[in-house]
T-cell receptor, first 117, second 112 residues
Framework: GAVVSQHPSRVICKSGTSVKIECRSL??????MFWYRQFPKKSLMLMAT?????????EQGVEKDKFLINHASLTLSTLTVTSAHPEDSSFYIC?????????????FGEGSRLTVL | DAKTTQPNSMESNEEEPVHLPCNHS???????IHWYRQLPSQGPEYVIH???SNVNNRMASLAIAEDRKSSTLILHRATLRDAAVYYC?????????????FGQGTILTVHP
């Protein structure tokens, strides 16, 4: 089956630094990927839609200058948390659809746990 | 976005069937019903989806009410590995596909 992979799975950084998380679709091309964040014992919240070759679309309340998204190729989207602070500590998850305009299965990455000290 | 309502938690015994309900009274005609599940510290995993007719796959069955205002995910024989948070999500097709709004889900506990 299709696989979406995230890297790193865990990262610890100091406050004020930037952290990049990669999301790759391993065996299919994804023109659109999605980034979610999840706090402990809470549900997933959609942060943004990552579009290959164009700017990301952010959900209301998500700071686009804080969470930089780049979708440079059909198999890779990156999320950079800039000037990270402890409140940015969370579980970040990406997803991708095998086909655009589809209605079927979405594939999620394993998630990346960010801890900001 | 149309919302779904699920029980906060359910319990089952191993090898018994599990019926996970979901209410979605404001569903629109183009909304698909998706079910995903999430194990601790992992990304969600697709379970099943459907529009109007009941659906079966190797993981589960999805029973959709005739008026589409509710649905039930059926795990035919629960195993310990089925213990997870199950999310019932309404999703549009077309250009909105993939933008899923997750609710709180149902925490399924499976007892040996």
């Amino acid at each position: 089956g299709a696989v979406v992979s995230q890297h790193p799975s865990r990262v610890i950084c100091k406050s004020g630094t930037s952290v990049k998380i990669e999301c790759r679709s391993l065996d299919f091309q994804a023109t659109t990927m999605f980034w979610y964040r999840q706090f402990p014992k809470k549900s997933l919240m959609l942060m943004a839609t990552s579009n290959e070759g164009s700017k990301a679309t952010y959900e209301q309340g998500v700071e686009k200058d804080k969470f930089l998204i780049n979708h440079a190729s059909l198999t890779l989207s990156t999320l950079t948390v800039t000037s990270a602070h402890p409140e940015d500590s969370s579980f970040y998850i990406c997803s991708a659809a095998r086909q655009a305009l589809s209605t079927g299965e979405l594939f999620f990455g394993e998630g990346s746990r960010l801890t900001v000290l | 976005d149309a919302k779904t309502t699920q029980p906060n938690s359910m319990e089952s015994n191993e090898e018994e069937p599990v019926h996970l309900p979901c209410n979605h009274s404001t569903i629109s005609g183009t909304d698909y019903i998706h079910w995903y599940r999430q194990l601790p510290s992992q990304g969600p995993e697709y379970v099943i989806h459907g529009l109007t007719s009941n659906v079966n796959n190797r993981m589960a069955s999805l029973a959709i009410a005739e008026d589409r205002k509710s649905s039930t995910l059926i795990l035919h024989r629960a195993t310990l590995r089925d213990a997870a948070v199950y999310y019932c999500i309404l999703g549009a097709g077309g250009t909105s596909y993939g933008k899923l709004t997750f609710g709180q889900g149902t925490i399924l506990t499976v007892h040996p």
